[in-house]
């Protein structure tokens, strides 16, 4: 018996970090008189959006969008049409500033701003992923205070859980399924060059199959700046493609966390070896 709804042999989340410019100048204000740098992040608000958009309704997918706040208030539309799509909305920081970078009670004003950005917008916002992926002694105390379902932060495990000393569902993420480390261009030092569709599909796909065959949760994370050029949205439809034909129960974060805090303890299946 799966311990997936539908009896479905694992699950999978389609997420994005919609950054925008924020990304640039929350790493570096300076930034923010950059056009060119920012105009990288304004990619993913004005053509890779809607691109994306058109990709998930041809597939019937709905996804996660985590958004800071600050993006939220630059692309207005964008976040309408995310919501209008019938797609998650969930928190990404007010600015893209790690919670460990900030001073005291700055990370509560970035949670309390963002969540008013989000919902001005119309957002159900339920979910929390860091800028940084990264917590203090105090992150999870304001979700919870704050009334959160879920965080979507860690990296230890392959299927969601409850955090032991909150009433909150972790959702973990990976370097692996995360499209940055394989397409981020550092055109500051240009020591860090981009890799080919075929070459993120070759790490991508054997990781999504070995979950798949252990029962597991896959959880793809994107930019929609990085992920929303057409050559990288050939692979993302080819991905998609693989998932439903391995049969994937394909959820947004909000509902994966639900069924979790549902069904309680998700355990993996033994690893067998060969092909899922």
């Given at each position: 018996m799966s311990?997936?709804?539908e009896n479905r042999p694992f699950a999978a989340t389609i997420s994005f970090d919609f950054d925008a410019e924020e990304?640039?100048?929350?790493?570096?204000?300076a930034h923010a008189n950059a056009p060119g740098v920012l105009s990288q992040g304004a990619y993913g608000a004005k053509v890779g959006v809607p691109l994306i958009l058109d990709l998930l309704a041809q597939h019937e997918i709905r996804a996660t969008f985590f958004v800071p706040g600050k993006d939220a208030l630059?692309?207005?539309?964008?976040?309408?049409?995310i919501i209008a799509a019938g797609h998650e909305v969930a928190h990404h920081g007010h600015s893209h500033r790690s919670p460990t970078a900030l001073a005291s009670?700055?990370?509560?004003?970035?949670?309390?701003s963002g969540l008013a950005a989000l919902r001005e917008l119309g957002a159900e916002v339920v979910g929390y992923r860091?800028?940084?992926?990264?917590f203090t002694d105090d992150t999870l105390d304001l979700l919870q205070e704050a009334g959160f379902d879920y965080s979507s932060n860690l990296l230890d495990d392959l299927v969601p859980y409850r955090h032991a000393?909150?009433?909150l569902i972790e959702v973990p993420v990976s370097w692996i399924l995360d499209d940055a480390p394989h397409f981020w261009f550092a055109n500051d030092t240009w020591e860090k060059t981009m890799r080919s569709t075929r070459e993120v599909l070759e790490v991508?796909?054997?990781e999504i199959d070995g979950i798949a065959q252990i029962g597991g949760h896959v959880m793809l994370t994107m930019h929609p700046m990085l992920i929303g050029r057409p050559s990288r949205l050939a692979m993302l439809d080819e991905v998609l493609t693989h998932l439903k034909q391995q049969g994937a129960w394909i959820a947004t974060t909000r509902e994966v966390a639900a069924h979790a805090r549902a069904s309680g303890p998700i355990a993996l299946r033994r690893w067998q070896g060969?092909?899922?």
């Open positions: 311990a997936w709804p990304v640039w100048i929350g790493e570096n204000p630059r692309h207005p539309d964008a976040v309408r049409s009670g700055e990370e509560r004003a970035e949670l309390e860091s800028p940084s992926w990264e000393q909150h009433d991508w796909l054997p060969g092909a899922a």
